[in-house]
């Protein structure tokens, strides 16, 4: 559990380096995901989902951006997205 919390919080900080905005409610039934809102991409994430499915949710959507790899993460993070 505390390798899902810290490599949550390490996604997120990357996310936000790499220019999306976070955005953490309850959706009910939803999942998530990305969208764009007025040129800005967000990340939707539910709030009432585990740590563990955030984390999937996240990890999904910074390794199909491709700028991550320019930036400094743990190697368990690049691990992560590399295998997606």
């Not at 994430?45 to 320019?70: F, K, M």
Request: charged share 25%.
């Amino acid at each position: 559990m505390a390798d899902t919390l810290g490599l949550l919080a390490e996604s997120l900080q990357l996310a936000q380096e790499l220019g999306y905005e976070i955005c953490e409610e309850p959706l009910g039934e939803l999942p998530g995901g990305l969208c764009r809102v007025g040129g800005v991409d967000k990340i939707l994430l539910n709030i009432g989902q585990a740590p563990a499915d955030r984390l999937e949710q996240v990890i999904g959507i910074l390794a199909d951006d491709s700028r991550w790899t320019a930036c400094p993460v743990s190697r368990l993070l690049a691990q992560r997205l590399q295998g997606r």
